[in-house]
């Protein structure tokens, strides 16, 4: 972790990656796991003539790079197996930053929608 990353990331999130369905049909995830991010929240709906769109809900700052669509992320700490069950939101999008100051690690924005 880079230095400017080790006092900007301090607050523990929940990450479950998302495995796939599982043999009867329901959705899989990987057991919860600790990550460390600073966030954001937010929330504007957007209603058009074609009904309403998806909006971002949070943004996760991390150096965590494994992050995908479809994953699941929480603000705080949970050991619950179940990303729904533990109120997280999905993962809508990734994007990635430079490490501008040290090289170290890249960035990375993690988007949830609503």
Known sequence: MS?????SYTAPCTFWR???MA??????WS???IIMCDYQGGVSAKIGNL???IVVKNTFWS???????????????SNIADPTE???????Q?????????????????LTGV
């Open 3 to 7: 230095e400017i990353a080790r006092w």
């Open 18 to 20: 998302y495995l796939g």
């Open 23 to 28: 043999e009867n049909g329901d959705s899989s």
């Open 31 to 33: 057991g919860p796991e």
């Open 51 to 53: 009904g309403t769109e």
């Open 63 to 77: 150096e965590f790079s494994e992050a995908k669509k479809g994953d699941y992320i929480l603000i705080g700490e």
């Open 86 to 92: 533990a109120g997280a939101d999905e993962v809508m």
């Open 94 to 110: 990734v994007i990635r930053y430079a490490d501008t100051f040290e090289r170290t690690a890249d960035d990375y924005a993690i």
